[in-house]
């Protein structure tokens, strides 16, 4: 970042009038590496959280689906559709490739053509990590933040065949996996557990010749779904179609998510959901510390380079050398 630094006060400030080029500002500092950053950052997350939100109770919303779905389709279409409702819409990524190259981000705004130009809609690409344990704490502490600045709905966009669909599992209220006509599961690459994952599962395309295919893999789904074990929210998941390219079946799923919201607030689960993912967060954090604090210490680097050509050699156990470690580490008796 190379333009000085404002107060944290001035972040909070900027933030909760909801200026986006505050916003933007502090989701960079969220994102950096810098440590002098990351301590300004959890300031300005701290103030936030401490203040009573005045906004509208957020929806955090988690899509997923094999590559070229239609995901960035589907959230434009449905992100349009709430924008012209009066609600503020972020749309947030979890990449891990893309700490490689963000290659995605141009193709994503391209096909967001409309929610990317609307006041009311805030676009972020995948922060860049070399973890995505990394990559997941940073978009959380964005989401913070854009509630904060007043954005009500917050999509979460990952591609469904690696890891990053729990984490966005663990960031979100509501899973929806989006799906292509047609192919199974296999073939789309899309594993078992992410389907029992979902809340609600859309096959996408549903338009021109393709129709016929979408209602198959509908009735294909809503069968695989009856032979899923009963959900921890009580929630039946729900099998939908759409057409994110001409708009149809939007306004259908939209009903569905309002009604998982209002079915799992009424028997609780959607504020218990969110109080176990804070806990989950806060061991995650507590692990990454431990991690870092305990491999960045002298003295453990300096008895585990002793020890591990020992360990290697077969001269020392390595449960006896780790002992040894954990004694000449800050967790240490000594
Ligand atoms: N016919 C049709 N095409 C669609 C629909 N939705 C998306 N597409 C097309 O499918 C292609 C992929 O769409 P994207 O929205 O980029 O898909 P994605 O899942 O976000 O892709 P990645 O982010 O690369 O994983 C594009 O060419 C879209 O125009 C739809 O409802 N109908
Ligand atoms: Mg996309």
């Given at each position: 970042m190379?333009?000085?630094?404002?107060?944290?006060?001035?972040?909070?400030?900027g933030?909760r009038a909801g200026?986006?080029?505050?916003?933007a500002?502090a989701?960079?500092?969220v994102?950096s590496a810098r440590?002098?950053?990351?301590?300004?950052?959890q300031?300005?997350?701290?103030?936030?959280?401490?203040?009573e939100n005045?906004?509208?109770p957020?929806?955090?919303?988690?899509?997923?689906?094999a590559?070229?779905a239609g995901?960035?389709?589907?959230?434009?279409a449905l992100?349009?559709?709430?924008?012209?409702?009066?609600?503020?819409?972020?749309v947030?990524?979890?990449?891990?490739?893309?700490?490689?190259?963000?290659?995605?981000?141009?193709g994503?705004k391209t096909r967001?053509?409309?929610?990317?130009?609307s006041e009311f809609?805030?676009?972020?690409?995948?922060?860049?990590?070399d973890?995505l344990?990394?990559?997941a704490?940073?978009?959380?502490e964005?989401i913070?933040l854009?509630e904060a600045?007043?954005?009500?709905t917050?999509?979460?966009?990952?591609v469904g065949?690696?890891?990053?669909?729990t984490?966005?599992h663990?960031?979100t209220?509501?899973?929806v996996?989006?799906?292509?006509?047609?192919?199974?599961?296999e073939?789309q690459?899309?594993?078992?557990g992410?389907?029992?994952?979902a809340?609600?599962?859309?096959v996408n395309?549903?338009?021109?010749?393709?129709?016929k295919?979408?209602n198959?893999?509908r009735?294909?789904?809503l069968?695989?779904?009856h032979?899923?074990?009963?959900?921890?929210?009580?929630?039946?998941?729900?099998?939908?179609?759409c057409?994110s390219?001409e708009?149809s079946?939007?306004?259908?799923?939209?009903?569905?998510?309002e009604?998982y919201?209002s079915?799992?607030?009424a028997?609780?689960?959607?504020?218990?959901n969110r109080r176990?993912?804070?806990?989950?967060?806060?061991?995650?954090a507590?692990?990454?510390?431990l991690?870092?604090?305990?491999?960045?210490?002298?003295?453990v680097r300096?008895?585990?380079?002793a020890l591990?050509?020992e360990?290697?050699?077969?001269?020392?156990s390595?449960?006896?050398a780790?002992?040894?470690?954990?004694?000449?580490?800050?967790?240490g008796?000594?």
């Amino acid at each position: 970042m190379a333009r000085p630094l404002r107060t944290a006060e001035e972040y909070v400030r900027g933030i909760r009038a909801g200026d986006r080029v505050v916003l933007a500002q502090a989701i960079t500092l969220v994102e950096s590496a810098r440590p002098d950053h990351a301590a300004l950052a959890q300031d300005v997350i701290r103030e936030l959280s401490a203040a009573e939100n005045t906004h509208l109770p957020s929806l955090r919303i988690g899509i997923t689906g094999a590559p070229g779905a239609g995901k960035s389709t589907f959230i434009e279409a449905l992100g349009m559709h709430l924008v012209e409702r009066g609600r503020k819409v972020t749309v947030l990524a979890i990449d891990p490739s893309s700490s490689i190259s963000r290659g995605s981000i141009l193709g994503d705004k391209t096909r967001m053509e409309r929610l990317s130009q609307s006041e009311f809609a805030f676009i972020r690409p995948s922060p860049a990590g070399d973890s995505l344990g990394g990559v997941a704490r940073k978009t959380r502490e964005t989401i913070l933040l854009v509630e904060a600045a007043g954005f009500d709905t917050v999509f979460v966009e990952t591609v469904g065949v690696g890891q990053s669909e729990t984490a966005v599992h663990r960031l979100t209220d509501v899973f929806v996996l989006l799906l292509l006509p047609g192919a199974g599961d296999e073939l789309q690459g899309i594993k078992r557990g992410i389907v029992e994952m979902a809340d609600l599962l859309v096959v996408n395309k549903a338009d021109g010749d393709r129709i016929k295919l979408a209602n198959q893999a509908r009735a294909h789904y809503l069968n695989a779904t009856h032979l899923l074990p009963p959900k921890a929210s009580g929630w039946a998941p729900r099998v939908l179609a759409c057409s994110s390219q001409e708009g149809s079946g939007i306004t259908d799923v939209w009903d569905a998510i309002e009604e998982y919201r209002s079915s799992t607030s009424a028997n609780g689960f959607f504020d218990d959901n969110r109080r176990r993912q804070a806990q989950y967060w806060l061991q995650e954090a507590l692990e990454a510390g431990l991690h870092a604090a305990f491999y960045g210490h002298p003295g453990v680097r300096e008895r585990l380079a002793a020890l591990e050509q020992e360990v290697m050699a077969g001269r020392v156990s390595p449960f006896a050398a780790a002992e040894d470690v954990l004694r000449h580490s800050p967790f240490g008796a000594s």
